[in-house]
């Protein structure tokens, strides 16, 4: 089954889930951290004029260049929630690939490795890397033991539907709770017809058809949804 | 279009994610897909570099131009391979999807979305109004996406592209003499041809990455739209209560035909009717929407325990807004910095200072442990519970024993035996037992000692308290008298 899941089974056989995140999504919160990084230097590189180009100014200037260059992601990564300002632009974030929160050491080598990614040309290697192994990791990743997983939106609550609530008459599993209760939530998406020949799968359970049988499921939706 | 043999997980995604799953299917099908579009390209540009020789980037145009048409093999090959049919790419080729095909090779040809236009073509095969109202529908929010894709894909095909020839141009010999640049700095005839035939293989390369993100993306709003994901749970839940009533009705048979038989006693058949495993399942599924735990807590970010909510973490620091402020008022810009190099240095040197500071006060433990030899450590006290301390021992180790013994107070006797050894230990061969160390490990620092008869008393006394504290296994008295004896032997304090 080809996904783009990541799964971590932690003690107690919970099993934590993420989405990695490919290339087209990181070259653009790259592409908006190139921009940003590049205004700041420009802004100090104005500052740093009038100290005078190759005295204190200059050398001022070239240790900031220095300091953003390469603690920019650095700091923004593990202060920010794994997420330099791109990257929260993208909704995506690094993190261990033991889905925990990176720490200084990790992505300080995966961001010094950027060197080693950007060969031989404009991160070639790190594209590459990235699409020869299933998480989309780059070398750098990989030598920290990193992850891009996109950062999921808490789901804003939909509206509890206005209809009688009714109990189902076979117990369910907790996936099918929950794909009934999508059934409802998505129903607004869904025309008609394929309403009720997705209703109509369910006719052993709902003892209906068509009309009667999408009515019947939304309210078993509803009482999923917690309606008594 | 069966969705039990669809090969992608179909759940609900993001724009973005979508086109991360297409890059997936990119990589799984790699090379079916980079077969077909080599295939479908090679004989006429082959051709056309032949006609061209002298000018290979008019062959590179008209190729690059007829991209949408060798974009079409690979996709249909896709959309076989999504629903685990095999298809050859030989069997594929003779199917050549070209129909519609001249408006995309004129103005479809600046479309920026492409890859997920192509397949209501390809696969769908609508056109005119027909195709222009589907779009519509499949469009919604993904236009962007779309676009990103298109985008993206073209900067890795320059970049595979140059990536490419840069590499070849570092690796030629020099000996070689194949010039790239000429005198004036332009391209000579090999340079053309070493960009071209890169260009070519970078189209080839990012191709299946670039059709199968468009191609995720117009697939997963048909999942939206047709609730693919919302079909196939229906159906796993229809299969799964058909196959719990013929486990139940095969197992009720076989419980009857048992009682007929009289092999099993009527209780247990009616015990095996309760449990059986359908209507287990049934009663879990029951008993897991109860009130007690049917509860689901959904925890979306990582947060340090007891962090207080309120904390507004993206809020500007104070001091950062009080300091920029007095920067700004106090200092004055102007030309004379003889005495900021100075200011700069003493900054910088204290920062130095103050950051080495830390690390020697962060690292004391180790670096206190570093200098001088570790602390001894502490002799125990307490062994698995067991006093050791000398003052606790009777004076007659052995009799004690054996009269506890007497008395049918196994384990007290013999956890004094091994206690009193272990003080003993301790006490005489200054043997570093720590409280964390396990029988075996204590034995096996008793071995390192170097006294093979000490360390073959011992082996044999941890064995037998191991046997009775773990086990309760009570050894014969002969075995005891035979380790008090091994006692007086090897640890009592009179010479032997």
């Known amino acids: 089954m080809l996904d783009t899941r990541y799964r971590v089974e932690i003690p107690g056989g919970i099993n934590l889930d993420a989405q990695v995140v490919g290339p087209i999504p990181r070259f653009f919160a790259f592409a908006i951290d190139l921009c940003i990084r590049g205004v700041i230097i420009f802004v100090l590189s104005l500052m740093s004029i009038p100290f005078g180009t190759f005295g204190v100014g200059g050398g001022f200037f070239l240790i900031l260049l220095f300091a953003i260059e390469w603690l920019y992601p650095v700091l923004f990564e593990v202060f920010w929630r794994g997420q330099t300002p791109g990257k929260k632009a993208l909704g995506i974030s690094v993190i261990n690939d033991d889905l925990t929160p990176v720490s200084l050491g990790t992505s300080l080598v995966r961001n010094l490795l950027r060197t080693v990614d950007f060969l031989p040309l404009f991160y070639l290697a790190g594209l590459v890397t990235m699409l020869s192994n299933r998480h989309f990791q780059r070398l750098g990743d990989l030598a920290a033991g990193t992850l891009v997983i996109s950062v999921r939106e808490s789901a804003r609550a939909a509206p509890v539907p206005d209809i009688e609530p009714l109990a189902p008459s076979t117990p369910l599993l907790r996936t099918e709770q929950t794909s009934i209760i999508d059934f409802l939530q998505r129903s607004p998406q869904l025309s008609g017809p394929r309403q009720q020949e997705l209703a109509d799968i369910l006719e052993g359970v709902t003892h209906q058809k068509g009309d009667d049988g999408v009515r019947q499921l939304h309210r078993i939706g509803a009482w999923f949804l917690g309606l008594r | ?496």
Not at chain 2, 33 to 45: C, F, I, R
Not at chain 2, 452 to 477: C, M, N
């Open chain 2, 1 to 496: 279009m069966d969705l039990d043999k669809l090969q992608v997980n179909a759940c609900t995604r993001s724009g973005w994610q979508a086109v991360d799953l297409g890059f997936q299917m990119a990589r799984a099908w790699f090379r079916p897909l980079y077969l077909a579009g080599v295939m479908a390209m090679l004989p006429l540009t082959a051709v056309l570099l032949l006609l061209f020789w002298k000018s290979p980037f008019w062959a590179l145009a008209i190729a690059w131009w007829l991209k949408p048409f060798w974009e079409r093999l690979p996709l249909f090959i896709a959309s076989r391979k999504l629903f685990d049919e095999d298809a050859g790419v030989w069997q594929s080729f003779r199917s050549f999807p070209v129909k519609d095909i001249l408006p995309w090779l004129l103005w479809r040809r600046f479309s920026m979305q492409r890859a997920f236009d192509n397949p209501v073509t390809v696969l769908e095969e609508l056109r005119g109004g027909q195709r222009r109202q589907r779009l519509r529908v499949l469009h919604g929010k993904y236009s962007d996406v779309a676009l990103g894709n298109q985008f993206v894909c073209f900067c890795f095909e320059l970049l595979v592209c140059f990536g490419i020839a840069l590499t070849l141009d570092f690796f030629t010999p020099e000996s070689l003499d194949l010039k790239v640049y000429d005198r004036y700095g332009d391209l000579t005839l090999v340079g053309e041809w070493m960009f071209t035939l890169s260009a070519l293989l970078a189209m080839t390369l990012v191709m299946p990455f670039h059709s199968m993100a468009g191609f995720a993306l117009y697939l997963n709003r048909r999942i939206e739209l047709e609730a693919w994901d919302i079909e196939i749970s229906f159906r796993n839940l229809v299969q799964r209560k058909r196959s719990d009533v013929t486990r139940s009705t095969g197992l009720l048979a076989s419980v009857l035909l048992a009682g007929l038989v009289g092999l099993a006693a009527s209780g247990g058949a009616e015990a095996a009717l309760e449990h059986d495993r359908s209507s287990a399942s049934d009663l879990i599924a029951e008993v897991l929407q109860g009130e007690d735990y049917g509860q689901e807590k959904v925890v979306r970010k990582w947060r340090f325990k007891d962090w207080s909510e309120e904390v507004e973490e993206e809020s500007f620091p104070e001091w950062l807004i009080e300091f920029l402020e007095w920067w700004e008022q106090n200092i004055q810009w102007s030309t004379d910095f003889s005495g900021a190099a100075f200011w700069l240095k003493l900054l910088l040197v204290l920062l130095f200072l103050g950051c080495a500071g830390y690390l020697l006060w962060r690292y004391r433990g180790p670096l206190a442990r570093l200098g001088g030899k570790s602390p001894e450590a502490a002799v125990p006290e307490v062994l698995f519970g067991l006093d050791v301390t000398p003052q606790s021992l009777p004076p007659d180790v052995p009799a004690q024993v054996m009269r506890l013994w007497g008395e049918d107070a196994y384990r007290e006797a013999l956890g004094l035996l091994y206690r009193a050894s272990l003080s003993r230990l301790i006490d005489k061969y200054e043997l570093a037992f720590r409280a964390s160390h396990t029988e075996a490990e204590c034995a096996s620092l008793v071995k390192a000692r170097g006294i093979e008869s000490l360390s073959d008393y011992f082996w044999q006394l941890t064995r037998v308290w191991r046997e009775l504290a773990y086990g309760h296994r009570i050894p014969a008295k002969e075995r005891v008298q035979q380790l008090c004896h091994g006692w007086s032997r090897e640890l009592s304090d009179e010479p032997h």
